[in-house]
């Protein structure tokens, strides 16, 4: 039996400003660790992965009825295939409903490096957004 590896925290590179489109408000996030889409994830059991989004005008809020939010993957760093991991169910807050997009997903390691990216559709069209991730990885 192999040591169990220590958790490991990561926060995802800080967004510039992202732009959602016009075909509904949809938009592809691929989540980086200093401008590298891959991380090493064999030593790992488990990820916690954290994400926020909003809208920096305060002209806008999100419609959380609406607005979607998946995870997506690559399972073999050989082939760029994103495979869709899990939707991300936002945690709606009691009075502030709509200031952020905020969620959370547990999930297990599938691969020895890995590489995630957030997809969500549903947010207002062309409308800038900023994103937040942060993962949190257990053996």
């Known amino acids: 039996m192999t040591p169990s590896s220590p958790p490991r925290h990561i926060v995802f590179d800080k967004t510039p400003e992202i732009f959602a489109t ?9 989540l980086q660790v200093d401008n590298q889409p891959h991380i090493e994830t064999h ?38 295939h994103w495979c869709k991991l899990a939707e991300i169910e936002p945690v709606v807050p009691a009075y ?10 547990v999930l297990p390691i599938f691969s020895t490096r890995s590489a995630f990216a957030l997809a969500g559709s549903g947010f207002a069209t ?14």
């Open 43 to 80: 030593a790992y059991d488990e990820v916690r992965l954290m994400v926020s989004l909003w809208y920096p005008s305060q002209q806008r809020t999100i419609d959380l009825d609406r607005a979607y939010v998946e995870l997506r993957g690559l399972i073999d760093p050989t082939d760029d």
């Open 22 to 30: 016009d075909s509904g408000g949809a938009f592809w996030l691929p």
């Open 96 to 105: 502030k409903a709509g200031a952020a997009f905020d969620g959370w997903i």
């Open 126 to 139: 062309r409308a800038r957004l900023q994103a937040r991730a942060s993962a949190y990885f257990v053996s």
